[in-house]
């Protein structure tokens, strides 16, 4: 192996213990995924809104934006449910540079993985403490999601993860929900396949141990868009491809028929200022057909303080450094406007 090996680092149960989640935060995180869960169930009508930054860069403004969030979720509290985006590990697309607050938790310095872990954990656990929202990340590695297990009340799958068999095993042992998002390729068969195998009992490897899983029947679809062979963004949120996913939906038996529309990426093709008509149009098509009305559950929009990206080393407060991001004022007005629009 063509390995150096730098440090040995702590394991979930030890970082776990020196930084455990208090009472009443863990209090505060069971009624959240309850929330969650009667939205996916169908008990209840409010929608999803799984929103925030592409990549939590540091936490001071991350924790800003969160806080922002709380007094806008009670002021639309009757139609929707906030999951505040807070993506502890995800990197620039190419994987070169910056590979997200796990590895860096210092965007403008050298890797490190043991400080990666503790900030990323306090990260999480410093918005529930203060903010009351306990967060949704990616699954980017699977073998790592243990070290924040008792903190996220949703997680998903990306599109580059969604055809890998750990990724879709390791969702079948969440007991939260898990959205897999369509692939690169926008092959719609590819990510029912992985929410089946996501709801379904499995037998595997997992950190060195012979573990079963249940399954997971909060496992659901997350449309993002998908890229040609030509490197060309193609939408899958309009009508067509929702009643298309509503009839995958029938013929495969799943339960808790559900998706989460991504107003970004693919759909958008990364032009973040339009993730607010993309949004209203989905709530359209909500309202156009009971099977699509019935299937729509939520929708992702990446935001942050200021609008745009910029590089690591760009200085703006608040501004992503990685995909482009809604700026906090247009992002407020959206989720008002959003608010009105649900049935």
């Not at 209840?44 to 809104?49: A, M, P, T, V, Y």
């Not at 306090?122 to 980017?140: I, K, V």
């Not at 359209?284 to 929009?301: D, E, F, Y």
Request: charge should be negative.
């Amino acid at each position: 192996m063509n390995l150096q090996f730098n440090r040995e680092l702590p394991t979930p149960d030890e970082l776990k213990r020196i930084y455990p989640v208090p009472e009443v935060s863990a209090r505060l995180k069971e009624a959240n995924d309850k929330a969650i869960r009667d939205v996916l169930e169908g008990t209840s009508r409010k929608l999803l809104l799984v929103i925030g930054p592409c990549s939590a860069d540091r936490e001071d403004a991350v924790i800003d934006y969160i806080s922002r969030l709380r007094p806008l979720q009670d002021e639309v509290a009757d139609k929707i449910v906030i999951v505040p985006r807070l993506y502890s590990n995800k990197p620039r697309t190419t994987g070169e540079g910056y590979k997200g607050m796990l590895h860096q938790p210092d965007p403008s310095a050298r890797p490190d993985l043991f400080n990666g872990l503790v900030s990323s954990r306090l990260l999480h656990l410093h918005a529930l403490e203060q903010t009351g929202f306990s967060c949704a990340d990616e699954m980017l590695y699977p073998e790592n999601h243990i070290y924040m297990s008792d903190l996220l009340s949703y997680v998903a799958v990306g599109a580059r993860s969604v055809e890998n068999q750990q990724h879709r095993l390791v969702a079948s042992g969440l007991d939260i929900p898990v959205g897999m998002k369509n692939p690169t390729g926008g092959d719609l068969g590819v990510m029912v396949n992985s929410i089946y195998a996501a709801q379904h009992a499995h037998s595997f490897i997992y950190r060195n141990w012979d573990v079963t899983s249940k399954g997971n029947p909060y496992a659901h679809a997350i449309l993002r868009g998908y890229v040609d062979s030509h490197g060309v963004s193609h939408p899958n949120y309009h009508y067509e491809d929702l009643r298309r996913l509503a009839d995958l939906y029938v013929e495969s038996g799943l339960v808790n028929p559900a998706v989460i529309v991504d107003c970004n990426h693919s759909n958008s093709g990364k032009r973040f200022d339009v993730q607010g008509p993309i949004a209203l149009e989905v709530l359209h098509n909500i309202r156009t057909n009971p099977a699509v009305g019935a299937l729509v559950k939520g929708l992702m929009i990446e935001s942050y303080i200021e609008d745009g990206c910029q590089g690591p080393g760009g200085g703006v407060y608040g501004r992503s450094i990685t995909d482009p991001c809604l700026g906090w004022e247009k992002t407020r007005a959206l989720v008002l406007e959003i608010a009105q629009l649900v049935l």
